[in-house]
């Protein structure tokens, strides 16, 4: 079965340098979470798309700016980057029927990450 | 507002014995639970959930969790732990509502040992 899709999956940059994160759902599935992960921590979530637009945002810094486009991939765009920006972000998707009806996926599937390291 | 806590950062069992990883978590709402699995620089793979159908859930790789609303539990179980097992496991919660969050907990590590 088809899965959650990320690229880069390495990513190495420089202090106040830029970076894209690319995330590919499953196909069909209409919503899209970012989440990050530090080194031993819990993911955290960052932002998520439904249906194109934003629906949940969590603790994303202003540095960061996401959108979801017409054929559903994501991209999360970091600026400024700062050393503390080093971590694991993950990509998830999901599934809602919405007034159409139909079963929900419910839970949300990730993707393998990327794993960002700021030099 | 939602949150999880995971009872115990680190569980050490023996090859054959039962795995019980403990969750608790708060909501205004009833909630979806769910258990995660996250291998060593890999992403994380869902286990089971509860979305209010049956409060005993199985899930893969012979886990299973129980939904029990009065203490406000989901624990994770298994009856014979193997080394294949050894992870980092995480429990979380979400509203049911289309695009929310997930609030994970800050993950068990389980060790196996022969």
């Known amino acids: 079965a088809a899965g959650v899709i990320q690229s880069p999956r390495h990513l190495i940059k420089e202090k106040r340098e830029t970076a894209t994160l690319k995330c590919y759902p499953i196909?069909?599935?209409?919503?899209v979470y970012w989440y990050q992960q530090g080194p031993g921590q819990d993911p955290q979530f960052l932002i998520s798309f439904y249906e194109k637009m934003q629906s949940d945002k969590g603790s994303i810094p202003d540095r960061f700016s996401a959108q979801q486009f017409s054929d559903y991939h994501s991209e999360l765009n970091m600026s400024s980057l700062e050393l503390g920006d080093s971590a694991l972000y993950f990509c998830?998707?999901?599934?809602?029927?919405?007034?159409?009806?139909?079963?929900?996926?419910?839970?949300?599937?990730f993707g393998p990450g990327t794993r960002l390291t700021v030099t | 507002a939602q949150s999880v806590t995971q009872l115990g950062s680190h569980v050490s069992v023996s090859e054959g014995a039962l795995v019980l990883l403990r969750c608790n978590y708060s909501?205004?709402?009833?909630?979806?639970l769910f258990w995660y699995v996250q291998y060593p620089n890999q992403g994380l793979q869902l286990l089971l959930k509860?979305?209010?159908?049956?409060?005993l859930v199985k899930g893969i790789n012979g886990f299973e969790a129980e939904f029990k609303k009065s203490e406000t539990s989901f624990h994770l179980t298994k009856p014979s732990a193997h080394m294949s097992d050894a992870a980092e496991y995480f429990c979380a919660v979400r509203l049911r509502q289309a695009g929310t969050a997930l609030i994970f907990g800050k993950g068990t590590t389980l060790s196996v040992s022969s």
């Open positions: 196909p069909r599935h209409d919503t």
């Open positions: 509860y979305t209010s159908a049956a409060t």
């Open positions: 909501s205004s709402v009833p909630p979806y």
């Open positions: 998830a998707s999901s599934f809602h029927p919405g007034l159409a009806g139909g079963r929900s996926s419910y839970e949300q599937y």
